[in-house]
């Protein structure tokens, strides 16, 4: 089955501890991306990958890393979280990154950092 | 002023009822997708649209470029269809519209 997994589904940490939130895709997609969904706020775009080893930053970049070693991992590491990180995260791929294909998102990641 | 608008932002429909949610931009745009996210916070990829007219069961989806708005028909609309409806236009990246909540009581 085609698919983006995104691992944890659910994440509770305390401030400055390191975590990665893993996502891997099986579609051989180019174009991976971060974003995450506040209320009020609504999606935004947090890095962003067209291919191995390019990346780039979105909209809300601060506070966040990520890499593109293989072309099915994305990772998003937080290298010191802090409270305003708590958020609901989704990954997404696409085939390409000229928005002509679809994009397959993750089942999101809740995150809390207390 | 965003980039993205939809209206309405809250829609309570009854079974049955025929469906519609609107998105205008305002900015120029390669293409443009409608996402539906349901209450468990999965979000699935509807449509992606560049020109005219797309149909995928009883969801059609409808741009007109030169007045940047698209819109989201819903047919016979039931309490599954329950949901958040995202626009979303691609120029070099996503830009989000804030989502239509959308309610079907049966």
């Known amino acids: 089955e085609a698919q983006v997994t995104q691992n944890p589904r659910y994440l509770i940490t305390v401030t400055g501890k390191k975590l990665t939130v893993t996502c891997s895709q099986n579609?051989?997609?180019?174009?991976m991306s971060w974003y995450r969904q506040d209320p009020g706020l609504g999606l935004r775009q947090i890095y962003y990958?067209?291919?191995?080893?390019?990346?780039d930053k979105g909209d809300v970049p601060e506070g966040y890393k990520v890499s593109r070693k293989e072309k099915r991992n994305f990772p998003l590491i937080l290298e010191s979280p802090s409270p305003n990180q708590t958020s609901l995260y989704f990954c997404a791929s696409s085939f390409s990154s000229s928005g002509y294909y679809g994009y397959t998102f993750g089942s999101g990641t809740r995150l809390t950092v207390v | 002023k965003n980039e993205v608008e939809q209206s309405p932002q809250n829609l309570t429909a009854q079974e049955g009822e025929f469906i519609t949610i609107n998105c205008s931009y305002s900015v120029g745009i390669s293409a443009l997708h409608w996402l539906q996210q349901h209450p468990g916070g999965g979000i699935v990829s509807l449509f992606m649209l560049s020109s005219g007219k797309k149909k995928h069961g009883r969801l059609i989806a409808t741009i007109n470029i030169q007045e940047k708005h698209s819109s989201l028909h819903i047919t016979a609309s039931h309490p599954r269809d329950s949901a958040v409806y995202i626009c979303a236009v691609r120029r070099n990246k996503l830009v989000f519209g804030a989502g239509t909540i959308l309610r079907v009581k049966s």
């Open positions: 579609m051989n997609h180019e174009y």
């Open positions: 990958s067209m291919n191995v080893e390019v990346t």
